[in-house]
Structures are given as structure tokens and as C-alpha cells.
């Protein structure tokens, strides 16, 4: 991958047909919006959005001893994962420190999908690859493999269920089906990143427009539009999930980021971190971390990442994401802060906004939660 020009996803020309405003996102040339962010993330909580994802790292392992190796190489127990189903992991240093968060498919008996974040695909592809030396399985590049559509918001299942026989119905969250969509072969997944309802559509990169054009004519008349990364922040910000590089970095570990239920020390074996992985836990329990959590403004001041979070003239906390939230009207943050002023309600908590104490709501994530 050459670090001067980006990449470009089989949906290039497609997003740009569409006016598109594009920006760099790890290398790859990607769709920031169509129009009107506010629009677009509204849509996916009322109807239905569609996202070109291709830029995400797919990395498949296969062998007799896959299961093996990822139980050695990731924190999860992913050998208990059954054919067909997913799971949200991470992959760690010796140390502890957070390589990447990752979501690892169960394909076959003996093949499994690993779907790395695109900032950190190759640093993944390297790790595993490093750390099957000693086990029978091989782990494969299949970033140019795929091309990766999501399909976002509470008419998503009608829609897709015009398109497909897969059974959607019997499709549980965090499972994948093989199917077709629109006659194309595909994997069919339901994991999704932004709070609501979808699919995840891993089809051939030739195969990438006819599936976009065909969802976008089904979906035309509840509502579906095509959607940017700047609001797939936005969205996953009100559903309190995680961004690498914002709340998980190789500087905290799953314990620090309030994540440490994703270690799974029962398993059978080692696994790379697990002695540090321990030790966290254990000072975890003594002398609490940092605590993400959510902020509110009581303003209209939008604070960014890195802003520090102020208590009593103290600084507390950091900021690591925050914008202008449009389901609640008001900006919103996600923060790390000393324990002490962690409790939702929390008094006198505020955010350094360039010299200004703007005052702030400690709240629980998520900020927000779709009714079932």
C-alpha cells in the first residue's frame, strides 16, 4: 500500500457520481458525506443508511490449528465461537497495550474472518502472522478479497429481505450467513457499529456497485440514503462504542478502557498479554483507572479530543471524542476521568474549551439505545 497515493474502493467512482465530499481515512479515499451530515445520521436512526466500508482490513485463517492460534494470538475465547456466529475481541501486546479492536468470523469448522480496522489492518496481519510461526495455520491478506457494504437503521431488515432468501430473520446479532443479495454470492453479517439495526454485506469488489445501486432502489422509498464516516462518528458516539485511536490505543489496556469482560482468562492455554492482562485486572480491582464516560453540555460548545475535563480547578480527565450530537440536540463526549468524579451526576465536572470551564453532565454510556 503506498503511503503518497490513497487507495480507492471499488465504489470510487460511484461516491463521486453521487457528489460525494471525499477524505483521506488511512490511505483509503473515503466518503466523509453526501449532503447533509445531520440528514445522513438522522436517517439511519429513522429509516435507513447506506455505508461503503471497503476500507476495513478482512485477514482470513484457516488450518487445524486456527482456533488455536487466534485463542493464542487474540484475548477472546474464539474457539468456542460456533460456525456461523462472531465476536467482538482484541488484539494486545506482551504488555497489554491495545493493538486493535476487532470483529472475528466463524466461516467454517476450520476457516475464520478477522476484520481489523483500517488504520491498523497491516499492524494486525503482521501480529497474526508472527504469531502463527508455531501453529498449523495459515493466515491470509484478503483486504482485495472483498468489498464491504453496511446497511444501518430500522428499515434495513425489510429492505435487504426484498433482495436476499437468506434467512434474516433466523440471522441472530453478532452471526453471519452465507447468502445472495440481488443475485450476487455474499456473506451476510448483523454486528453493526452505530446503535441501531443492519447488515453487513462482504461481497467481491466487482460485485460492490450492483449491490449498492440494487439496495439503493429498494430502499429508495423507506427512506435509505447513501452516508459518510462523519456521520458514522456521530452515530457510534451516541451509542458509546469504542474508536481506535480516540478511547483505545496501545497505551491502555482492555482494563483501562472499561472493556476488560472481552479477556477471557478461562480459556485454556497462554495468550499474548495474558500475564500483563493480570496484572491490570488486579490493579484494576485495587486502585480503579481511568472511567469512560459520557458527557453532556449544558451549552452549545462543542469539545474535541483532548480537551481536558476540569473539577475544583483540577484537571481530571480527557476528553477522547465529542461533537454535536443530533438525536439529543447537544453536544456530547466521551471522556476518561478519575473515578472520583465518574458517578453519572457528578457535580461541578466541566471541559477545558480553550480556557473556558464549559459545564457538563456526567452521564452511563450509551447516550443512546434503541428500543427493541
Known amino acids: 500500500m503506498s503511503s503518497n497515493a490513497p487507495c480507492h474502493t ?8 453521487l457528489g460525494a465530499t471525499m477524505t483521506d481515512f488511512a490511505g483509503w479515499d473515503m466518503p466523509l458525506r453526501y449532503g447533509s451530515e445531520r440528514d445522513e445520521h438522522l436517517a439511519v436512526r429513522t429509516k435507513a443508511g447506506l455505508f461503503d466500508l471497503s476500507h476495513m482490513g478482512e485477514i482470513t485463517v484457516t488450518g487445524p490449528q486456527a482456533a488455536a492460534l487466534l485463542n493464542y494470538a487474540l484475548v477472546g475465547n474464539i474457539a468456542s465461537v460456533g460456525v456461523g456466529r462472531a465476536r467482538y475481541t482484541m488484539i494486545c501486546r506482551a504488555d497489554g497495550g491495545i493493538l486493535d479492536d476487532l470483529i472475528v468470523y466463524r466461516l467454517a469448522d476450520i476457516e475464520y474472518m478477522v476484520v481489523a480496522n ?22 491470509r491478506d484478503d483486504r482485495d478479497a472483498y468489498a464491504l457494504i453496511a446497511m444501518q437503521g430500522p428499515e434495513s431488515p425489510g429492505i435487504l429481505k426484498s433482495l436476499t ?33 443492519g447488515f453487513e454485506l462482504f461481497v467481491s469488489p466487482g460485485d460492490a456497485e450492483k449491490v449498492w445501486q440494487a439496495l439503493t432502489e429498494a430502499g429508495a422509498p423507506v427512506g435509505l440514503v447513501p ?9 457510534r458516539l451516541e451509542a458509546g462504542m469504542p474508536l481506535y485511536g480516540h478511547e483505545l490505543s496501545t497505551s491502555l489496556t482492555p482494563f483501562d478502557a472499561g472493556l476488560g469482560r472481552v479477556v477471557k482468562f478461562e480459556k485454556e492455554g497462554d495468550f499474548v498479554g495474558r500475564e500483563a492482562l493480570s496484572e491490570a485486572a488486579a490493579c484494576a480491582l485495587e486502585n480503579p483507572p481511568r472511567v469512560l464516560v459520557g458527557l453532556i453540555a449544558e451549552g452549545r460548545r462543542v469539545p474535541r479530543a483532548g480537551y481536558s475535563v476540569v473539577a475544583d480547578g483540577k484537571v481530571v480527565g480527557e476528553v477522547t471524542s465529542g461533537a454535536p450530537s443530533p438525536t439529543l440536540g447537544k453536544p456530547i463526549a ?39
Open 10 to 17: 471499488a465504489l470510487d467512482a460511484l461516491h463521486r457520481s
Open 118 to 139: 483500517a488504520s491498523n489492518a497491516q499492524v494486525v496481519l503482521d501480529a497474526l502472522v508472527e504469531r502463527a510461526a508455531d501453529f498449523d495455520a495459515v493466515v
Open 165 to 197: 432468501d437468506a434467512d434474516l430473520d433466523g440471522l441472530k446479532y453478532y452471526a453471519g450467513l452465507p447468502g445472495t443479495v440481488s443475485g450476487v454470492p455474499a456473506l451476510i453479517a448483523r454486528t453493526g457499529y452505530t446503535g441501531e439495526d
Open 227 to 235: 452516508c459518510g464516516l462523519s456521520c458514522r462518528d456521530t452515530l
Open 334 to 372: 466521551m471522556a476518561y476521568v478519575d473515578a472520583a468524579h465518574s458517578a453519572p451526576g457528578s457535580a461541578g465536572v466541566g471541559v477545558d474549551i480553550r480556557g473556558s470551564h464549559e459545564p457538563y453532565e456526567v452521564v452511563a454510556l450509551p447516550f443512546y439505545k434503541r428500543q427493541k
